[in-house]
């Protein structure tokens, strides 16, 4: 009996190891813990946002409630909305467009004398799809192109420098048409001329210019800038009717950025102008003008085509290729073949 009660107090102790948990084994301590659920959140829409947006949600940014719709007049194709924006505020814009048109936006600061700045933007669909910038770290300046898809579209600005009041160039072109027109004429000095959606009016950047140019267009047709090594292309016009600047029009600028090479007289729609030519280089950058000049009544008219690129061979091989020299070219000539006296 005795070895029963024995036996039964071994196979009970011996059962009990086996089916107990180990009193030095502490799941809560051991396991990894569980950790709360974070969220990153969507950062406030700038220039310089990409990657952070979720791809199929209206982000947080851009509540319906703040958003300031874009509307066109009846049968328009563009508007020009003039506002003003705070240093370190942003501003959203809504317009709804469809599948394939050409639409293109474009910002002109309006900066008084002895200040900076300008507006870098975000281009975003509904569906979360980035528009502009389509590179991480980059600042969109301009973005002209085919919509992806029919939707409301996002244009979300933000100020990098004090820019009091600007006005915001909005074009949608209609349903399979490719470009529109637009007329700039000054009755004061007589010129007129037009120019396609692709380009638009913007500050001038420093060029061989003899006069301040009085109209310059900025090249903003993405698709010639998108992997390659284009960077900025600009039409100048100006004029003059001080003697000074009469007496010396065709003469080559002493004081521009880079020496000038004449290379002849050329006539373009009627008119008799001297055609110099100027190039400069730095730091791997490239600057090409085309320089024309012509006295007409006395008055001194000077048109320029401004062309910066870089280097192919600061790149990557394979990532970046050559820009379209020749259509940047014929396009700025398209433009020019338009230059009118009234």
């Given at each position: 009996?005795k070895?029963n009660?024995v036996?039964?107090l071994?196979l009970f102790?011996l059962?009990?190891?086996?089916?107990?948990p180990?009193?030095?084994?502490?799941?809560e301590?051991?396991a990894t813990?569980t950790?709360?659920?974070?969220f990153?959140?969507?950062p406030?829409l700038t220039?310089?946002v990409q990657?952070?947006v979720?791809?199929t949600?209206?982000?947080?940014?851009m509540?319906?409630?703040?958003l300031?719709?874009i509307?066109?007049k009846?049968?328009?194709?563009?508007?020009d909305i003039?506002?003003?924006?705070?240093l370190?505020?942003?501003?959203t814009?809504s317009?709804?467009?469809?599948?394939g048109?050409?639409m293109?936006?474009?910002?002109l600061?309006?900066i008084p004398d002895?200040?900076?700045?300008?507006?870098?933007?975000?281009?975003q669909g509904?569906?979360?799809?980035?528009?502009?910038p389509?590179?991480?770290d980059a600042e969109?300046?301009?973005w002209?192109?085919?919509l992806p898809?029919t939707?409301d579209y996002f244009?979300t600005?933000?100020?990098?420098?004090?820019?009091?009041q600007?006005?915001m160039r909005?074009?949608?072109?209609?349903?399979?048409k490719?470009?529109?027109?637009?007329?700039y004429?000054?009755s004061q000095t007589?010129?007129?001329?037009?120019?396609p959606?692709?380009?638009?009016?913007?500050?001038?950047?420093v060029?061989?210019?003899?006069?301040?140019p009085?109209?310059?267009l900025?090249?903003?047709?993405?698709?010639?800038y998108d992997?390659?090594n284009?960077s900025?292309?600009?039409?100048?016009?100006s004029?003059?009717?001080?003697g000074q600047t009469?007496?010396?029009?065709?003469?080559?600028?002493?004081?521009?950025?880079?020496?000038?090479?004449?290379?002849?007289?050329?006539?373009?729609?009627g008119f008799?102008?001297?055609?110099?030519?100027?190039?400069?280089?730095?730091?791997g950058?490239?600057?090409?003008?085309e320089i024309?000049?012509?006295?007409n009544k006395?008055?001194c008219y000077?048109?320029?085509?401004?062309i910066?690129?870089?280097n192919?061979g600061?790149?990557?091989?394979g990532t970046v290729t050559?820009?379209d020299?020749?259509?940047?070219m014929?396009?700025?000539g398209?433009i020019f073949?338009?230059?009118?006296?009234?």
């Amino acid at each position: 009996m005795k070895k029963n009660i024995v036996f039964s107090l071994l196979l009970f102790l011996l059962i009990t190891a086996c089916v107990a948990p180990a009193k030095t084994t502490n799941v809560e301590n051991t396991a990894t813990p569980t950790r709360p659920v974070q969220f990153t959140p969507i950062p406030t829409l700038t220039a310089k946002v990409q990657t952070a947006v979720q791809p199929t949600l209206t982000p947080p940014a851009m509540p319906v409630g703040q958003l300031n719709e874009i509307k066109f007049k009846a049968n328009g194709t563009y508007v020009d909305i003039t506002d003003t924006i705070a240093l370190g505020a942003n501003k959203t814009y809504s317009i709804n467009a469809m599948k394939g048109q050409i639409m293109s936006i474009s910002i002109l600061p309006q900066i008084p004398d002895g200040s900076w700045g300008y507006i870098p933007m975000q281009i975003q669909g509904a569906d979360g799809s980035i528009l502009c910038p389509q590179l991480p770290d980059a600042e969109c300046m301009f973005w002209r192109g085919a919509l992806p898809a029919t939707q409301d579209y996002f244009v979300t600005l933000t100020p990098n420098g004090d820019v009091p009041q600007f006005t915001m160039r909005v074009t949608v072109n209609p349903p399979g048409k490719k470009s529109q027109d637009f007329q700039y004429s000054n009755s004061q000095t007589g010129i007129s001329l037009t120019y396609p959606d692709s380009f638009v009016p913007a500050l001038p950047v420093v060029g061989n210019y003899k006069i301040s140019p009085e109209l310059t267009l900025h090249y903003i047709d993405s698709q010639a800038y998108d992997k390659t090594n284009l960077s900025e292309v600009y039409l100048f016009v100006s004029s003059a009717s001080d003697g000074q600047t009469v007496a010396t029009c065709t003469d080559p600028n002493p004081n521009g950025g880079g020496p000038e090479q004449l290379i002849g007289n050329e006539v373009v729609n009627g008119f008799d102008f001297v055609h110099s030519t100027a190039e400069g280089a730095g730091a791997g950058n490239y600057y090409q003008q085309e320089i024309y000049r012509m006295v007409n009544k006395n008055i001194c008219y000077e048109v320029i085509y401004f062309i910066h690129y870089t280097n192919i061979g600061n790149y990557t091989p394979g990532t970046v290729t050559e820009f379209d020299s020749n259509a940047i070219m014929q396009s700025l000539g398209d433009i020019f073949d338009t230059f009118n006296i009234k």
